[in-house]
């Protein structure tokens, strides 16, 4: 369903990666692998439409994500590095407004819910300076839950979680994957995910 045909990626004067060629379909997982620097978040950015590639494509469905705008960017959830948290609004104002921005409205009974389910409910009115950076991540990770789309692009997600925030966030990915989703994870952790099918993509700076 996602195809990247001969990605190259250049920062500044430095070539990060190129001739990259992977497949992935529905129930399936990539890990992406490497250092810091070696690329892993260029990559999902191409893969997100955020960035062009300086060579090769990306498609969706056999068309390049660049000719299919909206119809590309509602099939996918991008979860950055950075959780896009505005620090003076609360958790379930942030939820909801960003649920709404990508279009999908979200009602105040089903923000409180997905807070509910990454522990967050005592923390939901909280202005987000309040809030650690785990709980910060636990509300990006709520965004997933309310997404409906079919392909997750995430960057190092489970970083600053505690154990049991990295257990749910597994348990998540894993569920969206049993019901054909596609996922593509830049770690430096293991993941322990059940997948149809599992490919690790090593780059190297």
Same mark, same amino acid.
């Given at each position: 369903?996602?195809?990247?045909?001969?990605?190259?990626?250049?920062?500044?004067?430095?070539?990060?990666?190129?001739?990259?060629?992977?497949?992935?379909?529905?129930?399936?997982?990539?890990?992406?692998?490497?250092?810091?620097?070696?690329?892993?978040?260029?990559?999902?950015?191409?893969?997100?439409?955020?960035?062009?590639?300086?060579?090769?494509?990306?498609?969706?469905?056999?068309?390049?994500?660049?000719?299919?705008?909206?119809?590309?960017?509602?099939? +996918?959830?991008?979860?950055?590095? =950075?959780?896009?948290?505005?620090?003076? @609004? #609360? /958790?379930?104002?942030?939820? !909801?407004? $960003?649920?709404?921005?990508?279009?999908?409205?979200?009602?105040?009974?089903?923000?409180?819910?997905?807070?509910?389910? +990454?522990?967050?409910?005592?923390? =939901?009115?909280?202005?987000?300076?309040? @809030? #650690? /950076?785990?709980?910060?991540? !636990?509300? $990006?990770?709520?965004?997933?839950?309310?997404?409906?789309?079919?392909?997750?692009?995430?960057?190092?997600?489970?970083?600053?979680?505690?154990?049991?925030?990295?257990?749910?966030?597994?348990?998540?990915?894993?569920?969206?994957?049993?019901?054909?989703?596609?996922?593509?994870?830049?770690?430096?952790?293991?993941?322990?995910?059940?997948?149809?099918?599992?490919?690790?993509?090593?780059?190297?700076?």
């Amino acid at each position: 369903m996602l195809e990247a045909v001969n990605l190259g990626c250049t920062r500044g004067d430095r070539r990060l990666f190129k001739g990259l060629n992977f497949s992935i379909q529905p129930g399936e997982l990539i890990e992406l692998r490497g250092a810091n620097g070696s690329g892993k978040t260029s990559l999902l950015r191409i893969l997100s439409g955020l960035s062009a590639p300086a060579e090769g494509e990306v498609r969706w469905q056999g068309k390049d994500i660049r000719s299919l705008a909206e119809e590309y960017s509602g099939a +996918v959830s991008y979860l950055a590095h =950075q959780n896009g948290v505005k620090d003076e @609004l #609360s /958790a379930i104002e942030n939820l !909801r407004i $960003a649920c709404g921005v990508s279009g999908n409205v979200l009602s105040k009974a089903d923000a409180q819910t997905a807070l509910e389910q +990454v522990g967050l409910s005592r923390q =939901q009115h909280l202005p987000a300076r309040s @809030l #650690s /950076a785990g709980q910060k991540r !636990r509300v $990006a990770l709520a965004r997933l839950l309310k997404s409906s789309a079919t392909l997750w692009l995430l960057d190092e997600v489970l970083t600053s979680l505690d154990d049991t925030a990295i257990k749910l966030s597994r348990q998540f990915i894993g569920d969206h994957l049993r019901k054909g989703g596609l996922a593509i994870i830049a770690t430096h952790q293991e993941l322990d995910l059940v997948a149809q099918r599992i490919q690790r993509i090593e780059l190297s700076p």
